[in-house]
């Protein structure tokens, strides 16, 4: 299902939102963006898709970009030049020639090699892509939740 | 000549019309009770002139009035004559008193007034004698005479008269005293068997210091229907002065009571209607509704309150079912709080006569059906193995039920499917089941047959999830499937959804229409039906890890050799999915190629603002959403599910 076929409106969720401070940080203060709850999700999965044995998720990682690690291996980046590099990536990716003027992105170590970038953003149906660059910040594919 | 002047109240017309029925009601004299309640009274008069001429001629006595029954009466005369001597010369005046001779010892020349005994009049012995009104009030009784008596005396012989008179006589009147005489009740509407005090009054109870003579004769009452002694009798009058009786006395019907007086030597009658509202049975049913057979407490209760408890019976009850026969027995007549098993809706009556009252009433049970529900334990099994079917009756009747007839069994398809059948003693059974099929029972609860059925679902390769293993589900399951097109390339797939919903205990399955938005990477699934929902479902025509058409899925495009892959943040749905199971507050159920998701309702969502464009939020299932999460693979051992 997509998201735009959901038939809510914000204002009808407004009233029924339980949890959480939103997670929206000024871009101009941080590039590292590192919303709670989203945050969690991703990082368990990345941590399953890099550290699992198992045929389909090798295979899942071969046609990402992937590369096998241990589960400590992923964790989230904090470090602002890091974030930085991974906005800029983004900002090419989508065509955007402004990088100076950049989003704040969600960037997780992905494995030694692998760094994934979630601009909280980009979607097609009812998924969320993140996408998956090495460590030159080059893109290699992306993982549609 | 009695004259009487007769008031018309509206209260007394209703009592005329209340006793229009019955028997006229006579009394003392025969006369018709008719009453006004007020009269006024007045006895006959008399009234004479006497005109003597001379002193040695007396006018003889005359009756001028009579009175059967003591009177108060008031006796005047009035008038002088002038006397002239035996020589002509003038000699005074005389009055009605005459002239009081020591001699003589009384009055001569005197107007004289009597009934049983001397009323007057007599000049005084003193002398000079002061002017009289000659008037007295006393009671009287008998005939009033009236004479002149010769004088005035003198001692000389006149050789005739000693004196002539002239002048217009004197005029003796015998007025009796004129009084109102009143009938009246408080309250004049009362509750059955209410105090009312009737009030005779007799006014002016005096007259110049002398009482008006009266005395109450006798009372009638004429009862609304039957007949009943008059509640007033001669002992219940009371005097408070002197001219007035009352009686205080309960009522317990409507009716006319009449009073029969004589006042001031007068027959006279007065009458005053009573209405009483009657008693009422009241009978209620404690509770009114049931739901089944069950114990109902019927209470029978009059009212007004003041009537004691223990002061009447009731003469039965009895029951009427609203349709065919029994469902109670009946109270019995000397209770008046009494519990009974009710199984069929119908009518409690108890009947009772209080004050010469018929009195009934009904209260209404209504029975209800009891929930009658068949269930099959497990309901869906993957072969042949047993299962157990429980029949029960809700609430459970007291005195206990079982089944009317044997357990029906009907596979799906032919015949057979089932080890052997239940009896109809067993409410709970457990036999074998090899193919799908309906068991079904009835039973007969008070006036209702009630039958219901459960199913046993023979899937292959159940999951043990209730929800997922459900019949209409796992029907649904692969025809959205089909219709995804899951082996087609993947820009030609596309997501398909549907929901079930409960119609009254029933699945009602509804595959939602194609939107034209659905693409291998969304669909719409409208919910169109208000029913409660069981569960939403769709698919995704992917495996984790396939590569999705990211044109036809409306993501970026990426360079040659990169790919968009299925992933499964959210464990198998994506977060939108999440966000709908929420809002249905129902559970539900997603499909790809590699597995089964029942998940949801999440416990609550989470707000995510797009970092780049604060107007754009998302929303993402938070709290403990992990833990609402079921995977089943489709492909387990020898199974391929669903």
């Given amino acids: 299902m997509t998201v735009a076929k959901v038939l809510i409106t914000t204002s009808a969720l407004m009233g029924f939102m339980i949890s959480g401070v939103r997670d929206l940080r000024p871009a101009q203060s941080t590039l590292c963006w590192q919303p709670t709850v989203y945050t969690e999700a991703t990082l368990a999965a990345l941590r399953s898709y890099v550290s699992r044995t198992d045929a389909r998720t090798a295979e899942l990682r071969a046609r990402v970009g992937l590369l096998q690690d241990s589960p400590d291996s992923v ?26 003027n950049l989003h704040p992105v969600l960037t997780i170590k992905a494995g030694t090699m692998r760094y994934v970038l979630d601009d909280g953003a980009t979607k097609g149906g009812e998924f969320m892509a993140s996408y998956v660059a090495d460590t030159s910040f080059r893109i290699l594919g992306a993982i549609a939740n | 000549m009695l004259q009487r002047r007769y008031l018309t109240y509206s209260i007394l017309v209703l009592g005329a019309v209340a006793c229009a029925g019955d028997k006229p009601v006579t009394g003392p004299g025969q006369e018709t009770l008719q009453p006004p309640s007020f009269q006024t009274i007045t006895p006959p008069s008399g009234t004479v002139t006497l005109t003597p001429t001379a002193s040695n001629q007396g006018i003889p006595e005359q009756t001028v009035v009579s009175y059967a029954e003591q009177t108060l009466v008031t006796v005047r005369a009035t008038g002088q004559m002038t006397m ?43 002398q000079p004698d002061p002017a009289h009104a000659w008037t007295v009030t006393t009671l009287v009784q008998g005939n009033g005479r009236v004479s002149w008596i010769a004088g005035p005396y003198s001692p000389e012989n006149c050789g005739g008269p000693c004196f002539t008179f002239t002048g217009d006589g004197f005029t003796v009147t015998i007025t009796p005293a004129t009084v109102d005489f009143n009938v009246t009740a408080s309250p004049t509407t009362l509750n059955y068997n209410d105090s009312v005090t009737v009030t005779v009054t007799v006014s002016p109870a005096q007259v110049s210091g002398v009482n008006v003579p009266w005395r109450i004769d006798s009372t009638t009452w004429a009862p609304a229907f039957g007949t009943q002694a008059s509640p007033c009798v001669g002992t219940s009058w009371v005097a ?43 009978v209620t049913a404690a509770p009114p ?75 209404h049970v209504t029975v209800t059906p009891p929930v009658f529900d068949v269930t099959a334990t497990p309901a869906s099994i993957p072969g042949p193995q047993s299962v157990t079917f429980t029949a029960s ?31 109809w003693n067993e409410k709970t059974c457990t036999r074998t089941v090899s193919k799908s099929g309906w068991m079904k029972a009835t039973t007969v609860i008070g006036a209702y047959t009630l039958t219901d059925s459960a199913r046993v679902y023979v899937i292959p390769c159940p999951t043990g999830d209730s929800l997922v293993d459900r019949e209409p589900i796992r029907k649904l399951l692969p025809s959205l499937w089909s219709q995804a097109s899951p082996t087609a390339p993947p820009a030609n797939r596309v997501e398909r959804g549907g929901y079930v919903y409960d119609s009254l205990g029933f699945d009602i399955t509804v595959p939602s229409v194609q939107a034209p938005g659905d693409n291998p990477c969304q669909n719409a699934n409208l919910r169109t039906r208000t029913l409660p929902i069981v569960v939403g479902v769709h698919v995704h025509p992917f495996s984790t890890g396939d590569t ?27 977060a939108p999915d999440w966000v709908r199971s929420w809002i249905d507050q129902a559970p539900h159920i997603v499909m790809d190629a590699d597995s089964i998701y029942r998940f949801g309702p999440p416990d609550s969502l989470h707000a995510q603002v797009n970092p780049s464009n604060p107007s754009d939020t998302t929303y993402i299932p938070a709290g403990n959403w992990a833990s609402k999460i079921h995977s089943y693979p489709r492909n387990a051992g020898s199974c391929t599910r669903p």
């Fill in chain 2, 240 to 282: 408070p002065d002197a001219g007035t009786r009352t009686c205080r006395r309960p009522f317990g019907r409507s009716g006319t009571l009449t009073v029969f007086a004589t006042v001031n030597g007068v027959k006279a009658q007065g009458g005053v209607t009573i209405t009483v509202t009657p008693p009422e049975l009241d």
């Fill in chain 2, 84 to 126: 002239t001597n035996n020589h002509g010369g003038p000699a005074g005046q005389l009055d009605a008193g005459g002239s009081y001779s020591a001699t003589e010892g009384g009055c001569t020349g005197n107007v004289w007034v009597a009934f049983a005994g001397s009323v007057g009049f007599c000049a005084g012995n003193q």
């Fill in chain 1, 75 to 100: 964790y989230v980046v904090s470090n602002e030049e890091v974030c930085h590099r991974g906005a800029v990536a983004l900002a090419v990716l989508k065509g955007n020639p402004d990088t100076v």
């Fill in chain 2, 548 to 574: 999705l058409p990211w044109q036809q899925c409306g993501l970026p495009p990426l360079l040659p050799g990169q790919t968009y892959v299925m992933g499964h943040t959210w464990g198998g749905p994506s």
């Fill in chain 2, 289 to 363: 509704t049931i739901q089944g057979p069950n114990s109902v407490t019927f209470t029978a209760t009059v009212t007004p309150s003041s009537i004691p408890y223990n002061s009447w019976s009731l003469s039965g009850w009895t029951w009427t079912p609203d349709s065919g026969t029994g469902g109670a027995s009946p109270c019995n007549w000397n209770e008046k709080t009494c519990s009974r098993m009710v199984s069929r809706s119908g009518w409690m009556k108890a009947a009772a006569t209080i004050g010469g009252y018929a009195l009934a009433d009904s209260a």
């Fill in chain 2, 393 to 423: 009756v809700t609430p459970s009747p007291p005195n206990g039920w079982n089944l009317s007839s044997n357990w029906t069994w009907r596979p799906d398809s032919g015949t057979g499917g089932i080890s052997a059948s239940c009896a």
